[in-house]
């Protein structure tokens, strides 16, 4: 097993501290076990019965005020976060006791029976004996020393063990991921535990004030107008006005021409090249390259692979992306996922935005880890995930412990109006410039990264892989002999 290694240094966009106020009220410790994202603002989401499609694969050194590590002692002003709102649920174990607790609104998908969102089926792998042993044997290798200690004296990591050993289907926590927005932790933290969590130098907005003089300048005008300024003024080529004003050409046109509002018969990879095309060239002129439409990603694959000793064994490939954001060609920095289910909490974007983006965010995360042992709490993966008109950028770092700490910043919408263009439009673009902006200081940091290159056969323990069933390896296997017998006839 490869493990990957972490580093600490202070982020640019990981703001000070915040000071907690009272949470809302915590949700019973005896509510049943369930998976719970939050995805904008309160709703009643739909409940659907389904079954979910697949598998895959954090530490010490800064503490909280009142976030202790044995290493080391960092205090930090807190900033004010709200209980996360109504959420959806990816997985509820059958292994849940607990029927009791104060309800909350969720979406829950069982893993039993098969689940269809979009036309598209997908699988929660389940547990096998062998899956459960070493996921037990994953938390008791953790050293407790190196936890991360919250001011009430609990432990992070002792909380993600109660929660993954009560699972019956893969669960983020198998893979030492804690999802921020997920509502079950309030099973397992209370609301300040939860409100510590999260702001514990948490991964602020980056500025993107250098949109904002373009954008003001097409703010009052009409469509007419808007149309007339954006084919009549040349702008430089690699600038970041030109990549706004051919964005707002696009989606003018997009609207007039009847695309928008979406209808039914869009295709996923048409949805990506004609709404979404603005995504690809803003990293036309930047260190970081957007490889766009499916393609495997490496470091799941690495992930994957990590195991693997039997030559005979078939060498697996990593999970697929739409979305792929490399540095100096190879080095992945970003992802992300693109889906044709809109609406709240849908099966897809259950799946995609909260089990499959974070396990392959946290493999790119082990591999930049790997390659540079002095960032320990530095670096932080970005990815975006599109469900038809949303867009939303999600973030993973390795704040304190063995815990790499998945969170989401607020959803925004494409324009399906004329009157709302240039409201959504801006914050829409803004969305993506911040991704981008991440991406880049992640690769600076990278860039200048002069630590000694570690020696000899210590490996850093402080961040493990994720997760990956037995039953994915011997599937992964089969499937590639199966190809080599199609090949040899």
Known sequence: MVIGKLCSNDYDFKGKGRATPKAASAVSSSQ???????????????????????PDRALAKATSPGCATAEATNTTKAKTTSPPPAAASLCESSASTSTSGSSSSSTTLYTDSTMSSAGETVKLPKLSDADKASIVLLYDSLDKGKMWKLSTGTFVEEKMRECALGKDHEHLAHSLILNVKDNDWYNYFS?????????????????????????????????EELYEKLVSEKLPLASNDKWIQDSFYQCLRLLKSGFLPLVNGQSEGGLGKRMWSCIDPCFDFCQIDCKSGEKCSRSSADAMNAGRTNLQSRQATGRKMDYLFQYSGKTEVGCGEC?????????????????KLPKVMKD???????????????????GFYIGQSKLTLQVL????????RYDAFNPV????????????????????????????????KLDQDQSRVSLGRQHDENILPCFVPVKTCNNNNNNNNNNNKKRKR
Do not use: W
């Not at 410039?433 to 991406?439: E, K, L, S, T």
């Open 191 to 223: 609301p300040e535990e939860m409100d510590e969590i999260a702001s514990y130098f948490p991964v602020d907005f980056p500025p993107v004030a250098e949109l904002d003089t373009y954008l003001n300048k097409l703010e009052s005008l009409s469509s």
């Open 397 to 404: 770092d390795c704040p304190a412990g063995y815990v790499a």
């Open 339 to 355: 889906g044709l289910a809109g609406g709240v909490n849908s099966t897809k974007e259950l799946y995609d935005a909260y089990f």
């Open 364 to 382: 790119m995360m082990i591999n930049l880890l790997s390659l540079s042992p002095s960032l320990k709490r530095d670096l932080v993966i970005s």
């Open 413 to 444: 919408m494409y324009p399906d109006t004329e009157s709302q263009l240039h409201r959504k439009m801006s914050a829409v673009l803004k969305v993506i410039f911040a991704g981008r902006v991440i991406m880049e200081e992640t690769a600076r």
């Open 32 to 54: 049943p076990q369930v998976f719970a994202v939050p995805l904008g603002p309160v709703r009643t989401p739909i409940p659907i019965v389904a079954k979910a499609t697949s």
